[in-house]
């Protein structure tokens, strides 16, 4: 099965869910024989759950990880964060571009460029040379109002109430 006409979705704001939702798409896709490429930016620092699962359903879920395990500071950037920000989009390309992939999510690349490690002038290039077939995801907070713009559908993710205001940690198999 192909997509006979891909789209651009955004999913953005401040509430939990962005990357969790365009898992939930990944898993539609796959379980429709729909191959997915995940890309997800500055997201270092180990194995999150749905690294696991990639494996076991490979190759219809590929996922590439990538980022420091630090946290990014937009008034102190790093150049290493920076170069690898930019690899990151470079892979996201080549995977958009390649054939390979009917659906291809780019987590949390909306805080790759509000953090100011990649230029948005480059995701929309990238918007742009998207072949007419694969559906395309950006994730993440923050997202330019000149992709929101460029983009087919937005979501905004409010939060209300979030456990982590009363101290509660990312749980693994969870939040990660």
């Known amino acids: 099965m192909a997509l006979d006409r891909g789209y651009v979705q955004i999913y953005t704001g401040n509430g939990k ?17 729909l191959k997915v490429c995940m890309v997800q930016f500055i997201k270092g620092g180990g194995e999150y759950g749905e690294h696991r699962v990639a494996k076991k359903l490979a190759p219809l879920l590929t996922i590439h ?3 420091r395990d630090n946290w990014i500071f937009k008034d102190k950037l790093d150049p290493e964060d920076i170069r690898i920000a ?3 989009l470079d892979l996201a390309h080549s995977a958009l571009t390649s054939g390979d992939y009917d ?3 780019l987590d949390e690349v909306n805080g790759a460029i509000w953090f100011g490690l990649i230029d948005v002038e ?6 742009k040379d998207k072949p007419a077939h694969v559906e395309l995801v950006l994730t993440g907070r923050s997202a330019d109002e000149r992709l929101i713009e460029a983009a087919d559908l937005v979501t905004e993710m ?3 109430k979030h456990y982590y205001q009363q101290g509660v940690p990312a749980r693994v198999g969870i939040e990660k």
Do not use: D, M, P
Request: aromatic share 2%; hydrophobic share 45%.
């Open 65 to 67: 990880q990538t980022g």
């Open 122 to 127: 480059r995701v929309l290039q990238l918007i």
């Open 158 to 160: 409010c939060e209300i």
């Open 17 to 33: 869910g962005k990357t969790t939702a365009s898992l939930g798409l990944a898993f539609r896709a796959v379980g429709r024989g």
């Open 86 to 88: 930019n690899e990151t």
């Open 103 to 105: 659906l291809v999510i």
